[in-house]
């Protein structure tokens, strides 16, 4: 029996070792856990600490800055207006002409037989009109011959007729003058009837004449097209042809500019149309000549915009001034600034708008508002329209009013109506 208790008895002692060593780490651990939970609800329940600035409204006069391209006040094409081969050419790149001025010289031998011709022509039909007026003026003679044979022959009927009725001589004389009465009546109505066919044809031949004359003109006026004058003051800035190239009616010669004054087209947002107007003074810059500054007016404002890039087309004017090299050209590189008139702005730091809230996708233009007093302050998430920046500030165009309350910064992420603190560095409130 005694071998069997001490086994009995060594069994309860290593049980009761086991316990005892096994306590102690199981406590730690249940009071490790006890104190992680309590760190975190602590964390969660202490409130965020935010620096609140107070939005106030600056005066500021915004410069707008664009770019473009001098170009003509005018680009014309000077066009060959007949056929032939280029004889002279009188200009090139570069070179100023004047307006009427002859620049180019189109042959002309082909024009002059055609006109020889059409001349020649013109001389025919006025032999023809001279030909039908000398019958027309013998007609006429024939009618008056006519009509004084015609009196007389009445008078004679009627003489003889008397005689006949008398018995004085026979019947057969009276009736041979009444019969001849009626012969020279018929023969005077004929003749009468050639001086209008006569009349017609001088009319006719006249009408010849005029269309003949008509293409005289034309062929001189082709003719004429073959001197190639400057329709304006320009400068050459193409030259396509060289002289004993063959033409034809349309072909351009030169391309001339006018550059009296110069036009650059800038293209604008849409939200600054408003800043803009007809004949206001503009400053701009050329890289060409970069110790001058030159002054233009807005000459024209597009109606229509681009439906995609929401810009809208402007062309300023600029007088074309003397500068050391003669005059501004085309192509140039030009800077356009606009001064606009002052207004009321309100700028905050960019910092403002990077605090959002922890996981979500708040976009940058989110501004965090304080609502409230300095015992309770709340923060309200509000979308705001950005303006220019300038340096580290932004210009908030709307959804911030000035006086308004707003987070610089937060030591931690912030969400739409969460119980914020003021930390030491904040603007205090004007309430």
Not at 7 to 35: D, F, H, K, R, V
Request: some cysteine.
């Amino acid at each position: 029996m005694k071998p069997q208790k001490t086994w009995l008895m060594g069994i309860l002692l290593g049980s009761l070792w086991l316990t005892m060593g096994c306590s102690p780490n199981e406590g730690e651990s249940a009071q490790a856990q006890s104190s992680g939970r309590g760190n975190a609800q602590e964390e969660g329940d202490r409130t965020v600490t935010v620096d609140v600035a107070i939005a106030e409204a600056q005066t500021r006069g915004r410069e707008l800055n664009y770019s473009g391209s001098t170009q003509p006040l005018r680009r014309v094409s000077l066009r060959a207006r007949s056929d032939g081969q280029l004889l002279t050419l009188n200009a090139d790149v570069g070179d100023p002409v004047f307006q009427g001025q002859v620049i180019a010289q189109v042959e002309d031998t082909l024009l002059l037989s055609e006109l020889a011709g059409v001349e020649a022509e013109v001389s025919v039909r006025q032999s023809e009109v001279e030909e039908a007026r000398n019958q027309s003026i013998e007609a006429e003679f024939r009618v008056e011959e006519l009509r004084a044979e015609l009196d007389q022959a009445v008078v004679d009927s009627r003489r003889l007729k008397n005689l006949a009725a008398e018995g004085a001589i026979p019947r057969r004389d009276a009736e041979l003058a009444q019969t001849r009465v009626r012969t020279l009546e018929q023969q005077l109505r004929s003749a009468q009837e050639q001086v209008r066919i006569r009349d017609r044809a001088i009319t006719s031949a006249q009408q010849r004449v005029a269309a003949q004359e008509t293409v005289v003109d034309g062929v001189r006026q082709r003719l004429s097209y073959t001197d190639v004058p400057s329709p304006l003051n320009a400068v050459v800035l193409e030259r396509l042809l060289e002289p004993g190239d063959i033409v034809q009616s349309g072909d351009v010669i030169l391309e001339l500019g006018d550059f009296s004054e110069v036009e650059i087209r800038i293209e604008i947002p849409d939200r600054d149309r408003s800043q803009i107007s007809l004949g206001q003074a503009v400053d701009v810059t050329l890289d060409a000549f970069p110790n001058q500054e030159f002054v233009g007016r807005v000459s024209r404002i597009f109606p229509n915009a681009d439906p995609v890039a929401r810009l809208i087309p402007v062309q300023i004017t600029l007088r074309n001034p003397q500068v050391p090299d003669g005059q501004l050209g085309g192509g140039l590189l030009a800077r356009v600034t606009l001064n606009t008139t002052s207004q009321q702005v309100v700028t905050i730091p960019q910092r403002a708008l990077e605090v959002s809230t922890e996981g979500s996708d708040t976009p940058l233009n989110t501004l965090f508002v304080v609502e409230g007093n300095e015992s309770e302050t709340t923060v309200s998430a509000r979308r705001v329209e950005l303006g220019e920046r300038e340096d580290d500030d932004i210009e908030i165009l709307q959804g911030l009013a000035p006086g308004e309350q707003f987070i610089v910064r937060s030591d931690r992420p912030l969400r739409d109506g969460q119980t914020v603190r003021r930390s030491f560095l904040s603007q205090p409130s004007n309430e």
